[in-house]
């Protein structure tokens, strides 16, 4: 038998709804623990029978999961990496981070060499990962985009930490600031770019209340050591509470100025409820051996996608396609593997 | 039907769609005409908990289906069938299944094929990595609780001579340095560093008069040595800490707890009993009994706890106590049992 399209095949004419006034649009977050362990448990199970092999279609699998059940104005959001292309990358990923391992281990001058290679590699490498990832996901049928360029990512990923370092992290704030910026700025949707408003000062406020905080506590429990007081078994308790602080603020702070042409993103996410979530997660995670994990995920991933929305001046549905790109997997894979942290 | 919302790629515009199955193809229609996508050609994401469905046919857009029953029912006709693994994510009987074969699997691969694959690196190990591991380790001790021997020069030597008149089985190297030191936190004990010392407690030295006990032990851990068992563990607990590291999300903790581990490890049973195995050899080699060995153990056995000194019952021998499974040191009497048969 024969499958060709009949002749009559045309791209479909549909006419677009008419435009309406300003809306916020909340971000919606349907996926439910008890689906997603049996995906997770599933996922764990070929992944350890195939020797991590499988490790790349379950991540395939689990962003499916997380992407689809994330909707917004009606529409969910939709991933396309290959697990091929992610096994390579983590394959290549593992080598160099056992051969990092293992240089050290044998020479400490062989270990320091491979470690000024990998931070000379790394920015170029969390531009791939970032384009992979952005590529890699799509909305209302458009894809996502990353369009930064390797010179502003050596000065962001590579620079500003080591002047941050130098300078006794004073700048590190900064650093923190233009790291989002370069980020945010260089993202699109479709044919339309992210914008970012926050400045180092917004940064530089959060991080100065967390070192307050932080030096405040630690007077404390020096007091409570000189005095002999039990308090001094307590206090550092107190630590957990504090680092929620920045794990609320930041996200707060990068996305209320994030937006994308006329539209505005928000997120409203507060210390009380994040914390409640992180402590019942961590002791439940602890007391089920780990079998809570993907309820823990799940519950983690509502609070945060359900505190965000988007203010739109008008619909949607004006959002037009961009140019596409050639990307890899590999950048993506080694920089989760060397533990960067480039959440959007 | 079934209704969808249909984008075409180019716009974020939503179009509402009703799809209808028409002999090989799918009919996409809408208020504004229809269109065919033929239907082996249409890709169909595979059904992911109660997420929406998506239908993709090259670059002419795709769609999105909530509607998860009406979907089912025309892939039903089409004769399109869910793949295996799709039905494995979503019953909650294969899910327990995988739990149980996870555990399975993990507890079988910690059992067979981590020793195994410890072994086969640990024996091709170079003597330089070897050499590093047993002077930090011996570092570390005389920093945290060996202290300086105190037993006679004489002494000294005349066990250093002893043992270098021991033949060992496979031809074995015999020239391990044997270091002396005394330790009252460790008790009359002996243990191997895996470039080759032996650390010789003077605990152990007083426990008995026979210097062929001795030999019995020295040649324990040179079993110890000659399988490399030092570096086959920490080959096996840094796997083991590489997973759990991985499994709670934080490798960095991993780094600092190497020296640790060299610290903690205490030999797997098999490794003790293999050791073991190697002391008898070496001993009827020197046409010197096992028994020595056996012998020894039990006084290092009554050196350590003093109180349980009575004579054990053939009814004790055969009893498994569950503590068994649990300390990686086989009960010392099995051990004797198994050394010395008439014992």
């Known amino acids: 038998m024969n499958f060709a399209p009949p002749d009559n095949i045309q791209p479909a004419t549909f006419i677009s709804p008419a435009p309406v006034t300003p809306q916020t649009y909340r971000f919606e977050f349907t996926g439910s623990g008890s689906e997603y362990f049996k995906i997770w448990i599933v996922n764990l199970l070929l992944t350890v029978l195939t020797l991590g092999i499988y490790s790349a279609w379950a991540k395939v699998r689990r962003m499916h999961y997380f992407y689809r059940n994330t909707h917004l104005d009606g529409a969910n959001f939709e991933y396309h990496g290959m697990p091929i292309a992610i096994l390579k990358g983590r394959l290549i990923a593992a080598l160099l981070f056992i051969g990092y391992s293992v240089a050290g281990n044998v020479n400490p001058l062989l270990g320091i060499a491979f470690f000024i290679l990998l931070a000379i590699v790394m920015p170029w490498l969390i531009v791939r990962s970032l384009r992979f990832q952005l590529h890699n996901s799509s909305y209302r049928g458009l894809r996502f985009a990353f369009d930064g360029d390797d010179r502003g990512a050596y000065r962001v990923f590579l620079l500003n930490p080591i002047f941050a370092a130098m300078t006794l992290y004073l700048m590190a704030p900064y650093a923190h600031q233009q790291i989002k910026q370069y980020q945010h700025r260089s993202s699109r949707f479709g044919a339309t770019y992210f914008s970012f408003t926050a400045g180092a000062g917004s940064f530089y406020a959060i991080y100065l209340k967390l070192l307050g905080m932080l030096l405040a506590l630690s007077i404390l429990i020096g007091v409570a050591i000189y005095e002999q007081s039990p308090l001094m078994f307590g206090l550092p308790l107190l630590f957990v509470f504090i680092m929620v602080y920045p794990a609320v603020k930041l996200p707060n702070l990068i996305w209320n100025s994030t937006g994308i042409g006329r539209h505005r993103f928000y997120s409203t996410q507060e210390i009380l409820p994040y914390l409640w979530i992180s402590v019942t997660n961590l002791l439940a995670i602890v007391c089920t051996l780990g079998l809570f994990v993907p309820f823990a995920t799940i519950r983690m991933m509502r609070y945060k996608l359900e505190h965000m929305a988007l203010h739109a001046q008008s619909e949607l549905s004006e959002f037009v396609a961009g140019q596409t790109q050639n990307t890899s997997a590999l950048g993506e894979e080694m920089s989760t593997m060397f533990d960067v942290d480039i959440a959007l | ?343």
């Open chain 2, 1 to 343: 039907m079934l209704s969808a919302r249909y984008y075409d790629g180019k716009t974020a515009t939503a179009h509402e769609v009703t799809i209808l199955l028409d002999g090989a193809h799918l009919l996409l229609h809408s208020a504004n005409g229809n269109v065919r996508w033929p239907l082996t050609d249409v890709d169909i994401s595979e059904r992911l908990g109660n997420t929406p469905r998506r239908l993709s046919y090259a670059d002419q857009g795709h769609c999105e289906i909530t509607d998860q029953a009406a979907l089912d029912e025309l892939l039903r006709h089409s004769g399109i069938h869910h793949d295996w693994l799709e039905h494995l994510h979503h019953s909650l009987i294969w899910a327990s299944v995988a739990a149980i074969l996870i555990v399975i699997t993990l507890l079988a691969a910690y059992r067979y094929l981590l020793p195994w694959g410890a072994e086969v690196i640990a024996m091709r190990a170079p003597a330089t990595v070897l050499n590093k591991m047993g002077n930090s380790t011996l570092d570390t001790l005389d920093h945290v609780m060996l202290q300086a021997s105190k037993l006679s020069a004489a002494r000294q030597q005349e066990l250093v001579a002893a043992y270098s008149r021991l033949k060992t089985p496979d031809a074995a190297p015999t020239n391990y340095r044997i270091v002396f030191r005394s330790s009252p936190r460790m008790g009359a004990n002996a243990f191997a560093l895996p470039d080759g010392s032996i650390v010789l407690l003077d605990e152990l030295v007083a426990a008995t008069q026979n210097t062929n006990e001795i030999m019995a032990v020295l040649a324990h851990e040179g079993g110890h040595i000659e399988r490399r068992h030092a570096l086959r563990m920490v080959l096996q607990s840094s796997v083991v800490g590489l997973l759990v590291a991985w499994y709670a999300g934080d490798i960095s903790t991993l780094l600092s707890s190497i020296p640790a581990v060299l610290l903690q490890a205490r030999y797997s049973r098999d490794m003790e009993n293999e050791a073991d195995l190697y002391a008898v050899r070496t001993l009827q080699l020197n046409g010197l009994s096992p028994c020595l060995l056996s012998s020894m153990l039990s006084k290092l056995e009554a050196a350590h706890v003093p109180a349980k000194t009575e004579p054990p019952t053939t009814e004790d021998t055969n009893h498994k106590s569950p503590l068994d499974y649990l300390s990686s040191h086989p009960a010392t009497l099995e051990r004797a049992v198994l050394i010395c048969p008439r014992h």
